[in-house]
T-cell receptor, first 110, second 114 residues
Framework: QKEVEQNSGPLSVPEGAIASLNCTYS??????FFWYRQYSGKSPELIMF????GDKEDGRFTAQLNKASQYVSLLIRDSQPSDSATYLC??????????FGAGTRLAVHP | DTGVSQDPRHKITKRGQNVTFRCDPI?????LYWYRQTLGQGPEFLTY????????KSRLLSDRFSAERPKGSFSTLEIQRTEQGDSAMYLC????????????FGPGTRLLVL
């Protein structure tokens, strides 16, 4: 059973701080990794994807991938109250399906 | 708005009734996926279409569930003889045929079975 693990949170950070969200996965053969943001009652919204070891930056977001440690992370710089949401880590589970973690709830307080 | 649309957005039904949901993917996307999400959990894969062919089904998809994509465009997901445990958000996603998939989700259909 392929698994994706995330700390459920909530992760509480002050406005302007860096939020660090972590994810581990069980399938060493996984090739592509995704971060989705989900506001309460809404559907997941793609933030970033990463395929290669190392860092990938997009605006205030940085995804980090370490395939040897089977670890993916998302850093959010200059966190804003509007970033408060659940962040879902997803791994391509083969045959084109995504395997999601349960999500980490982020709360950014003013 | 990702360009993936789903209808209806909300459905309340009584146990034992049949329900059908529709998904219209982004027009150039030939891959379409259905997921189910319950409270506090991430989405769980149900089934996947490439064009009109249903190429994979999860063991979560019991015999009461059926999905179609007859012309390779929109898709329907039908649940027969609904049970209270079917209450969930049903999400549709679509993607282009690249090796590394990037899936875009529709707004979802929230089902409540009474």
């Amino acid at each position: 059973q392929k698994e994706v693990e995330q700390n459920s949170g909530p992760l509480s950070v002050p406005e302007g701080a860096i939020a660090s969200l972590n994810c581990t996965y069980s399938d060493r053969g996984s090739q592509s990794f995704f971060w989705y943001r989900q506001y309460s009652g809404k559907s997941p919204e793609l933030i970033m994807f990463i395929y290669s070891n190392g860092d990938k930056e997009d605006g205030r977001f940085t995804a980090q991938l370490n395939k040897a440690s089977q670890y993916v992370s998302l850093l959010i710089r200059d966190s804003q109250p509007s970033d408060s949401a659940t962040y879902l880590c997803a791994v391509n589970g083969g045959y084109n399906k995504l395997i999601f973690g349960a999500g980490t709830r982020l709360a950014v307080h003013p | 708005d990702t360009g993936v649309s789903q209808d209806p957005r909300h459905k309340i039904t009584k146990r034992g009734q049949n329900v059908t949901f529709r998904c219209d993917p982004i027009s150039e996307h030939n891959r379409l996926y259905w997921y189910r999400q319950t409270l506090g959990q991430g989405p769980e894969f149900l089934t996947y279409f490439q064009n009109e062919a249903q190429l994979e089904k999860s063991r979560l998809l019991s015999d009461r569930f059926s999905a179609e994509r007859p012309k390779g465009s929109f898709s329907t997901l039908e649940i027969q003889r609904t049970e209270q445990g079917d209450s969930a958000m049903y999400l549709c996603a679509s993607s282009l045929p690249r090796t590394q998939e990037t899936q875009y989700f529709g707004p979802g259909t929230r089902l409540l079975v009474l």
